[in-house]
């Protein structure tokens, strides 16, 4: 697992990169440049190539696909897919629901209607291609009938209990592979192991890039229209983390965003004299291990930061069955909770020093595997057993195939602890033990009850604490994507402070900011993964069109429009009072409507 390591020099540095003079001479030239060639830059260049552009990638790793390939699955709206599934759509809807709820009413709704109206168009669009009629969609349970629906590969998702990490691991890989094959077809010219260092300026204008590639050599790659940055976020970046979202960097134990997720193309953007929208925006799983707080594993140096989302010892840490506590040794988690993705590490948010325990017994190897329903995205580890997808191997250095392999390796780490007694593993863990004790008697006399307990939880998800020696986890958030970036309006163009376009930059995937609104534990309508798909087919729309016909209309946009106006007036000289309007106002409208 040397890729725990294998940060650059620069990936704890957040002052902001200035942009360039025009070089001498250029060594490359095309209509768009896309800095990044996962999910969102492969995408824009795909729509870009459409449009008759010509296009450029550079992309830092030896190979595109960025974190894009990694997901399971990706939140749209309206796709035919979703249309053969007989899924409902509502745009009204889905406006209420992503604006009020889940953005805060902070989301900007011009933008926010554009991901509702235009995600569908990169799905659709490929299934005209060789790609094929190869999405399927479900909807996700807990969100409310907004039409959203998310999508798989078809094909992907077994029917039936989950039985590994596997089944909802990098689904999107095949997908991925495709968009490289089609823009190389068309033209497109991929620059690997070429890292961006800074945008070029003339005048008001960003006109190029300036690269490096692996051997140090410099490259001026010039854009005759513009240049999208498509660099992903900044989950590596604990410095740009602290001073953009420092809510997740206080209360996060961790990234399951790859190492290179550094934040260098949004540093480039506010260089360029970008606004910042997302401050304290972000999303997190359950089941981080604070490996970095040396205090907790007792080692001389901090541990991995980055833990990859189906390493074992995450997985374990997320156990459906165990114990969870919090510091005073009380249960606070009802099972609904634990099995949403989101509102588990909210809960376990919530709790003193944001943070929870889980407390197993040397049983677990077996017992992981037998709590049903399976939540969501909380399903099992990886195992050699595992189906036999074609690329599974080449994500082995982000995780071992065996899992049991991963938490010897966090036990070494100092992150998963255990004892002979409940009372060693107390010390072990910083718990009292006498509280601790009680707590695993209790829990130990619901499981043996064979009887939903109070939280609701099913008999099958409370396994004894038996056999020593006893194991606990001191766990809480992981950060899933930070929505933190340079601002973008609905047409993804980079907007400077004064609320203008940035002549020639466009933004989207996670380097778009503001895409889940201000200040939300939440991730974007579109989850990350279809943020990425749908914001770069959007932008390299928008970038390659003299004239976008798009313009976001119905909905709830005025009145929201509105709100956000006052509210903001308002918050220059009565902060709080702009605050409740916000949140208040526009449910009061909804009210006063009806
Ligand atoms: C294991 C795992 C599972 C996930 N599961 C899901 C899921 O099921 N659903 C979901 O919605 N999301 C999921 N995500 C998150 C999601 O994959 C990402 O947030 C999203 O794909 C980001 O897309 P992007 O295009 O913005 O960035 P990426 O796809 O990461 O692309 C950014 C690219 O830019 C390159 N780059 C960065 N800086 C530079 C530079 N200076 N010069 C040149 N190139 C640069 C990077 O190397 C990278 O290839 C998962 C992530 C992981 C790791």
Redesign the pocket.
């Given at each position: 697992m040397e890729v725990i390591n294998n940060l650059p020099d620069d990936h704890e540095d957040a002052r902001d990169i200035p942009p360039v003079g025009v070089p001498a001479k250029w060594d490359y030239e095309a209509d768009i440049v896309c800095?990044?060639?996962?999910?969102?830059?492969l995408c824009a260049a795909t729509k870009a190539l459409e449009n008759g552009a010509t296009v450029i990638i550079?992309?830092?790793?030896p190979e595109?696909?960025?974190?894009?390939?990694?997901?399971?699955?990706?939140?749209t709206f309206f796709t035919k897919a979703a249309k053969r599934k007989g899924l409902k759509s509502n745009r009204a809807a889905a406006f209420k629901h992503a604006y009020a709820v889940q953005s805060n009413a902070t989301i900007d709704p011009r933008l926010l209607a554009t991901l509702i109206d235009r995600a569908h168009e990169i799905y659709d669009w490929s299934e005209t291609q060789s790609w094929g009629k190869r999405w399927d969609a479900f909807t996700l349970g807990f969100l409310p009938d907004q039409g959203v629906a998310r999508m798989i590969v078809k094909g992907a998702l077994k029917k039936g209990p989950f039985t590994s990490g596997t089944e909802?691991?990098?689904?999107?890989y095949p997908w991925l592979q495709w968009l490289e094959k089609h823009v190389t077809e068309k033209g497109a010219k991929i620059f690997i192991n070429?890292?961006?260092?800074a945008l070029v300026k003339e005048g008001e204008r960003i006109v190029g890039v300036k690269?490096e590639s692996l051997n140090g050599k410099i490259l001026y790659a010039k854009a005759t229209r513009a240049v999208i940055l498509?660099?992903?976020?900044f989950t590596n970046n604990r410095e740009m983390l602290k001073k953009y979202c420092p809510d997740a960097y206080k209360k996060a134990f961790g990234t399951?965003?790859?190492p290179?997720?550094?934040g260098?193309?949004a540093r480039m953007a506010f260089g360029a004299g970008a606004d910042i929208a997302g401050i304290n925006s972000w999303a997190a799983f359950a089941g981080g291990i604070p490996f970095f707080d040396t205090s907790y594993t007792g080692k001389s140096e901090p541990g991995p930061w980055f833990q990859?989302?189906?390493q074992g010892w995450l997985q374990l840490a997320r156990g459906g069955g165990w114990l969870e506590i919090n510091t005073a040794c009380e249960e606070y988690i009802p099972d609904t909770a634990r099995l949403d993705y989101e509102m588990h590490p909210k809960a376990s948010a919530t709790q003193p020093r944001s943070t929870a325990y889980v407390i197993f017994d040397a049983n677990y190897p077996k017992t992981v595997w037998e709590t049903l329903p399976p939540p969501m995205?909380d399903d099992r580890p990886m195992t050699l057993d595992d189906p036999d997808f074609p690329w599974f191997d080449k994500f082995k250095d982000?995780a071992p195939k065996n899992w049991l392999d991963s938490v010897k390796k966090a036990i070494e780490y100092g992150g998963i602890k255990y004892a002979d007694t409940v009372q060693g593993l107390a010390k072990e863990l910083g718990l009292d033990a006498l509280k601790l004790t009680a707590a695993v008697k209790a829990w130990n006399a619901k499981s043996a009850a064979g009887k939903p307990d109070e939280f609701g939880r099913l008999p099958q998800n409370m396994k004894p604490i038996i056999k020593a020696p006893f194991y606990g986890i001191k766990t809480g958030a992981i950060i899933?994507?930070v929505y933190c970036g340079p601002r973008v309006n609905h047409q993804f163009q980079v907007l400077d402070k004064e609320q203008n376009p940035i002549p020639g930059l466009y933004a989207?995937?996670?380097?778009a900011g503001g895409t889940s609104g201000e200040g939300v534990v939440a991730?974007s309508p579109?989850?990350?993964?279809?943020?990425?798909f749908s914001t770069?087919w959007i932008a390299g729309a928008n970038a390659t069109t003299d004239s976008p016909s798009y313009i976001p209309s119905g909905m709830e946009i005025e009145p929201a429009i509105r709100i956000q106006r006052l509210a903001n007036k308002l918050n220059k000289h009565f902060p709080k009072f702009g605050a409740f309007l916000l949140k208040t106002g526009y449910t009061l409208i909804q009210l006063i409507k009806k």
């Open positions: 800095i990044g060639g996962g999910g969102a830059g550079l992309e830092k790793q595109t696909g960025g974190h894009s390939q990694h997901a399971g699955a990706a939140a909802l691991t990098a689904q999107m070429t890292k961006a260092l690269a498509a660099g992903a976020s399951f965003l790859p290179t997720d550094t260098e193309v990859y989302l189906r995205l982000f899933a994507g989207a995937g996670l380097t991730a579109l989850s990350s993964v279809g943020l990425a770069g």
